[in-house]
Structures are given as C-alpha cells and as structure tokens.
C-alpha cells in the first residue's frame, strides 16, 4: 500500500495509501461487522459519507452478557489535562440487542455513563449515533480521535478491551495513522485490533490533498514519517531546507535522549484555515493542526511562528506517553486524573522541544532567544504571580477560560513560566558541574531506558529530583518546592536567563517573533493584536477591542478595563502606529495619554500615565558570563543508524 511519489526531486519519499467512502449513511450504517478481529473484540466502524456534511456516522457492536450493562464514553482524554471529553455532541443514539430496541439511561451524576440492562437472549449490544465532525472536518479533509466516537465497557481497564476499527472515507482520500491497516477496499479501511487505550492513542488523518514524507535517517529500521492533509495542493508544499530540518529533528531527537519508544511514528500535519488548531502528543504519532493553517509551510512568519509545533509534540512521545506523572496515568479514561506534575509533563517539553526546534534548524538561535525574551517578559508582567502559585495552575486547567484579566487571574502558565524554571535547571547543572553536565544528561538518563519500548512507566515529584541529584548533586527538592509553591520576587523568575549569561531588556524595537504574532497569533496565551501590556499595561485586537489589562498598571489606573474598545488617543483615531506615535511622543511631552474608549455603548475619556516609551523584549549578552545558551542551542553529534 505504498506509492511512490516524486517529491522536491530525490529529496523525499512519498508514501500513500488510497482510501474510500459509502455511498450514503444508510449504506454505512449496514456496514459494522466485524473485519476479521478477535471474537471478544468491540468492533467500531465510523464512516464520513459526505464531508461536506461534515458528520460522522457511528457503528458499534459491544460483547456483553445478559444483565445490566454500564458504559463509558471517554471522559479524561490523555493530554487534555481535564474532563472535557465531548459526550454533549454525541446525537442519535440508539441501541439494540437480538434485533430489538434496548432502553438506556444517561446516569444522573455523571453525564459520560450510560446506563442498560441486556436481554437474556442476547450476546451483544448494537450501538449507533452520529457526531458532528465541526472544526475537524472540512469538505477535503478530516482529523479523526477515536475517543470522540467511541463508548467502552465500564470495569474493565481499557488496556484489555480490544477494538476492530474500521474507517470509511471517499475513495480518492488519503490517510494516516499510527494504526497498522488490516484491509482495504475503495476507501473502506479496517484497521489491526488494538486495546482501547491504544486505540484513543492512534488519531487518524485523512484528505483528498495529502502527501507523506520519510523522514527515517540513514540505515535507521525505525520509520518516521512526515504525513500531511491540507486544504489544497499547493498547502502541501515543503521546501527542501523545511524537510531536512525535520529530519533532523528526529535525529536530534535520538541524540537526546538515546532511545526511542515507538514502532514507527507518523508526524499527522492539518494544514487548514477551516479547522481548529492545536497539537496533541501520543504514542507513536502527533496530532497537530498548524495555527499557520494553509499557509504554514509557505509563509515565513507563519513557519517561524508553528516552528516549536511538531518538536514539541514529538518530546511528548519520551516526556507524556513513554514517561508519564503518576497521577496522569489511570485505568481508563473515567477516573480523574491528577495534573500537580504538569510543570514537568509540560514545560519541561516545552523547554526540550524548543531546543530541539533549534537544534534542528527549524529555528534560528536569534529565534530562540526572541521567543524565550517574549515569554520570560510575559511571565515577569504576570501579576498574578504576586497570589496565585505555579503549582496552583496545574490543579485547575482551563484551556477555554477567556483572555480578560489573564494577567492577574493567570492561565495554564505551567508552559511558559515552566520552560523558564527548567532552563534554570539546566543552567544550574551547568554552572555546578563545571559545564561537564547539562539537562541533556538527565533527559538521556531519564527518559532514555527499555529502548524500543512504549510501555508506560510513571513518576512521582521525587523521582525527578532524584534522578536531577544522580546528574548534579544539589537540594533539586528544595528548588523545585520552592520555584512551583512560592509566589511573587520570591521566584528566580529570570534566574535561568542570567545564569547562561544573558539579560533580558526592553528596546524600543520588536523582534521578528513578536512581529509576526502580533501579526498573525498563535492561540491562548500568545495572540494577534497588539501587546502593549510592557507600556501602557493593555493587551488590544487591531481594531482597538481591549482584550486584556496588567493589573495596576498605567491603563488599570486610568479606568480601562477588557472589553472596553479604544476609540481615540490624543483626539487622533485609534490605530496601532497612532498609539505608538503617542507613546514616543508622552515621552518626551511627560502629559498623560487621552484615551477614548467606547464601553457597553458609553463613550468616556481616560487619562492614563505613562511616559516610558516604547518597551519591546529582547535578550542581549551579559558581559563576563559564559554564553551557556550558545551551548544549549548547538546541534548534537548524531550517530547512524538510529
């Protein structure tokens, strides 16, 4: 089921497998028998009859004995971090059993069990509904996760429950999938069984624009494969300069850590601007849906801005799946989870994946450093610092919560203050040891062990400080302790900056990063508009909407408040270079901004104090010290046959 495909002359093997589609859903709905799995399997076809419905209709057949039956429908899904899994769109369901209707009742506590009791006469449960494909699904392509169309038997850990998965798709799509295909015929594809955590674990994408890249390094037996789905041919296009830095992205990765744990890997890329966006990590595969859209990998701006996307989720296979906090592992996807160690399953990743970003050429080192000064900035004007401790946003993750009055409430910023606190880490080793040892030392010992294996292992809080004490002596408990439960100066916020021997500063001029996310955004905490939360203290769209203001700050002061909409400054109408021709000139004028703005229909005017120019972050050389980050950035030796 390969094909090969002429890609960028002999730069790259092209690998697809054709696919198919029902003819309607009634011809589908016909269709769930099993495709040659286990006897005891679930087996579960889900088909897209028309795409440009956008609606995915569901078939499943349930083993059960006579008797009362409870079933689960995916509640905690792995890397969401919270019980959101999607059961309110779940449409139609019906079930059936010995070729008559069964009775069921959605549980009253807990809207994610169903409830029914199976005939006497019966050996199986006929299971069928419909759910909305909505922001993953387009007309010409699709993003399918298994835990949205699938219900699984209440009791029994999901590692034991097997799945027959069968997908069906139009005929002239293409997919992949870290699942392994069994059959195939004119788009209908049944998938190897698998356990149900397996199963979740093993998205699959498809389109009628599709291209996959081999990104194996030389002499390797373990495939790595770039697979992508776009909204048209031309989203597709990969420069030869974007598929070496790829490539070496795996091999970075492999002189990391030394090992690897995964079959094969399939990077699943959607490049659209009709889906939404984000990336969740897994096994053997990541799922990410490029904030660049269409024109990720063909706009520059849009390239550096998705850049750390596929890193970051690739250093979750080692840092999430493979090794994973305690608390986040459970039996199934019903019970709880316990998220505290998410400043480790999260922005240890973030820290390692943008310095694989680096190391692999698909960022530039000045990008790097542009990026960490944004965020370092962000962080020191997250005045909620001053009540609300890191650890804090670990216990209560909101990934949907709005954007107004982030800076005081705080967010999830276990991810970017958490890339702060582990390049402290690093930097420490570095400094303590004599520059002999670095964090790559603690990832290879760490995340390094039974090479080949996907078999989850867990850790606990002191395990991680342990396991930092066998690289570099030193109290890491009483670090750590303190950086994740102590608020406001009483963090080294910026320590791990200083100590590589850089200092973060504010410049009058933009780096290419926050020009290009002002321009363009990336999501929650990093988006389109203009930030000038470092001058005035409010975060604005482009059309003047206030979306956010620093917490007694200059603008706080004066009355501002989010969702408020700047009208004037100074008598001139608002636009982003006005409000910056008025903040240069109330540096040299010393006279308070007049600010117009338009609150619930209500036009007022402000005045707001402030006459420290424009303040943009940057990070410069701190002279004397050694350039530690110089280190951190530079390419690993990478050995063959990986």
Same mark, same amino acid.
């Given at each position: 089921?390969?094909?090969?495909?002429?890609?960028?002359?002999?730069? /790259?093997?092209?690998?697809?497998?054709?696919?198919?589609?029902?003819?309607?859903?009634?011809?589908?709905?016909?269709?769930? !028998?099993?495709?040659?799995?286990?006897?005891?399997?679930?087996?579960?076809?889900?088909?897209?009859?028309?795409?440009?419905?956008?609606?995915?209709?569901?078939?499943?057949?349930?083993?059960?004995?006579?008797?009362?039956? !409870?079933?689960?429908?995916?509640?905690?899904?792995?890397?969401?971090?919270?019980?959101?899994?999607?059961?309110?769109?779940?449409?139609?369901?019906?079930?059936?059993?010995?070729?008559?209707?069964?009775?069921?009742?959605?549980?009253?506590?807990?809207?994610?069990?169903?409830?029914?009791?199976?005939?006497?006469?019966?050996?199986?449960?006929?299971?069928?509904?419909?759910?909305?494909?909505?922001?993953?699904?387009?007309?010409?392509?699709?993003?399918?996760?298994?835990?949205?169309?699938?219900?699984?038997?209440?009791?029994?850990?999901?590692?034991?429950?097997?799945?027959?998965?069968?997908?069906?798709?139009?005929?002239?799509?293409?997919?992949?999938?870290?699942?392994?295909?069994?059959?195939?015929?004119?788009?209908?594809?049944?998938?190897?069984?698998?356990?149900?955590?397996?199963?979740?674990?093993?998205?699959?994408?498809?389109?009628?624009?599709?291209? !996959?890249? +081999?990104? !194996?390094? /030389?002499?390797?037996?373990?495939?790595?494969?770039?697979?992508?789905?776009?909204?048209?041919?031309?989203?597709?296009?990969?420069?030869?300069?974007?598929?070496?830095?790829?490539?070496?992205?795996?091999?970075?990765?492999?002189?990391?850590?030394?090992?690897?744990?995964?079959?094969?890997?399939?990077?699943?890329?959607?490049?659209? +601007?009709?889906?939404?966006?984000?990336?969740?990590?897994?096994?053997?595969?990541?799922?990410?849906?490029?904030?660049?859209?269409?024109?990720?990998?063909? +706009?520059?701006?849009?390239?550096?801005?998705?850049?750390?996307?596929?890193?970051?989720?690739?250093?979750?296979?080692?840092?999430?799946?493979?090794?994973?906090?305690?608390?986040?592992?459970?039996?199934?996807?019903?019970?709880?989870?316990?998220?505290?160690?998410?400043?480790?399953?999260?922005?240890?990743?973030?820290?390692?994946?943008?310095?694989?970003?680096?190391?692999?050429?698909?960022?530039?080192?000045?990008?790097?450093?542009?990026?960490?000064?944004?965020?370092?900035?962000?962080?020191?004007?997250?005045?909620?610092?001053?009540?609300?401790?890191?650890?804090?946003?670990?216990?209560?993750?909101?990934?949907?919560?709005?954007?107004?009055?982030?800076?005081?409430?705080?967010?999830?910023?276990?991810?970017?203050?958490?890339?702060?606190?582990?390049?402290? =880490?690093?930097?420490?080793?570095?400094?303590?040891?004599?520059?002999?040892?670095?964090?790559?030392?603690? &990832?290879?010992?760490?995340?390094?062990?039974?090479?080949?294996?996907?078999?989850?292992?867990?850790?606990?809080?002191? +395990?991680?400080?342990? &396991?930092?004490?066998?690289?570099?002596?030193?109290?890491?408990?009483?670090?750590?302790?303190?950086?994740?439960?102590?608020? %406001?100066?009483?963090?080294?916020?910026?320590?791990?900056?200083?100590?590589?021997?850089?200092?973060? =500063?504010?410049?009058?001029?933009?780096? %290419?990063?926050?020009?290009?996310?002002?321009?363009?955004?990336?999501?929650?905490?990093?988006?389109?508009?203009?930030?000038?939360?470092?001058?005035?203290?409010?975060?604005?769209?482009?059309?003047?909407?206030?979306?956010?203001?620093?917490?007694?700050?200059?603008?706080?002061?004066?009355?501002?408040?989010? %969702?408020?909409?700047?009208?004037?400054?100074?008598?001139?109408?608002?636009?982003?270079?006005?409000?910056?021709?008025?903040?240069?000139?109330?540096?040299?004028?010393?006279?308070?901004?007049?600010?117009?703005?338009?609150?619930?229909?209500?036009?007022?005017?402000?005045?707001?104090?402030?006459?420290?120019?424009?303040?943009?972050?940057?990070?410069?050389?701190?002279?004397?010290?050694?350039?530690?980050?110089?280190?951190?950035?530079?390419?690993?030796?990478? &050995?063959?046959?990986?």
């Amino acid at each position: 089921m390969k094909r090969l495909t002429r890609l960028l002359g002999a730069a /790259a093997l092209v690998v697809s497998v054709p696919c198919v589609i029902a003819a309607n859903a009634g011809e589908l709905n016909k269709a769930g !028998t099993n495709d040659g799995g286990p006897a005891d399997a679930i087996t579960l076809t889900v088909g897209l009859p028309d795409p440009g419905q956008k609606l995915l209709y569901v078939h499943e057949v349930i083993p059960a004995k006579p008797g009362p039956l !409870t079933l689960y429908y995916p509640k905690w899904i792995p890397g969401d971090h919270s019980p959101d899994g999607t059961v309110e769109e779940v449409m139609g369901l019906q079930f059936a059993a010995a070729g008559r209707s069964v009775a069921w009742q959605r549980d009253e506590l807990d809207r994610f069990v169903f409830h029914l009791t199976v005939p006497q006469d019966a050996h199986e449960v006929d299971i069928r509904f419909q759910f909305p494909g909505g922001s993953r699904v387009t007309p010409k392509l699709m993003d399918l996760t298994w835990d949205q169309v699938a219900l699984y038997r209440a009791g029994d850990p999901t590692k034991t429950q097997m799945f027959q998965p069968t997908l069906v798709i139009p005929a002239d799509w293409q997919y992949a999938s870290a699942l392994e295909t069994a059959t195939y015929d004119r788009g209908r594809i049944a998938f190897k069984p698998v356990p149900f955590n397996t199963l979740v674990d093993s998205p699959v994408i498809a389109g009628k624009h599709f291209r !996959t890249i +081999d990104l !194996t390094p /030389a002499g390797s037996s373990v495939h790595r494969y770039l697979d992508m789905a776009g909204d048209g041919s031309a989203a597709i296009v990969i420069s030869n300069s974007q598929v070496v830095g790829y490539r070496n992205l795996v091999e970075q990765a492999q002189a990391l850590f030394h090992a690897h744990h995964y079959d094969s890997y399939h990077f699943l890329l959607i490049l659209s +601007d009709h889906t939404s966006v984000g990336g969740l990590e897994h096994h053997q595969s990541s799922d990410d849906r490029a904030r660049g859209g269409s024109k990720m990998l063909v +706009d520059a701006g849009h390239f550096m801005l998705d850049g750390s996307l596929l890193p970051h989720e690739y250093a979750h296979s080692w840092n999430g799946k493979f090794m994973r906090p305690a608390g986040l592992w459970q039996p199934d996807f019903e019970q709880p989870q316990y998220t505290k160690l998410l400043w480790v399953y999260e922005g240890l990743t973030v820290y390692l994946g943008d310095v694989l970003t680096a190391r692999s050429g698909l960022w530039s080192p000045d990008t790097w450093r542009e990026v960490l000064a944004y965020r370092a900035a962000s962080m020191a004007y997250r005045t909620g610092r001053a009540w609300r401790p890191l650890i804090d946003t670990t216990t209560a993750v909101n990934y949907g919560a709005p954007n107004a009055w982030i800076n005081w409430r705080r967010e999830n910023d276990f991810y970017p203050e958490g890339e702060l606190l582990w390049l402290a =880490v690093d930097a420490k080793i570095r400094d303590l040891s004599n520059d002999k040892r670095s964090i790559d030392d603690f &990832a290879q010992n760490f995340f390094g062990v039974d090479d080949g294996s996907f078999v989850t292992h867990t850790y606990t809080f002191d +395990d991680i400080a342990a &396991a930092l004490g066998k690289v570099q002596p030193y109290d890491w408990q009483g670090f750590l302790n303190d950086w994740v439960n102590e608020i %406001g100066e009483q963090v080294p916020l910026l320590s791990g900056i200083e100590a590589s021997g850089w200092r973060l =500063v504010y410049t009058d001029k933009p780096s %290419g990063y926050q020009k290009a996310l002002e321009n363009i955004g990336m999501g929650e905490l990093e988006g389109k508009g203009i930030n000038a939360m470092f001058t005035i203290g409010v975060f604005l769209k482009n059309d003047g909407k206030v979306v956010d203001v620093l917490w007694n700050g200059p603008a706080f002061k004066g009355g501002l408040a989010p %969702g408020m909409k700047l009208v004037s400054i100074n008598g001139r109408p608002f636009a982003s270079s006005v409000l910056r021709e008025e903040i240069v000139g109330a540096q040299k004028t010393k006279k308070a901004l007049q600010l117009r703005v338009e609150n619930d229909g209500v036009k007022t005017l402000h005045a707001v104090h402030y006459d420290g120019g424009l303040r943009y972050p940057n990070l410069v050389r701190a002279p004397g010290k050694i350039d530690y980050l110089q280190q951190i950035l530079a390419p690993k030796p990478v &050995a063959k046959g990986l």
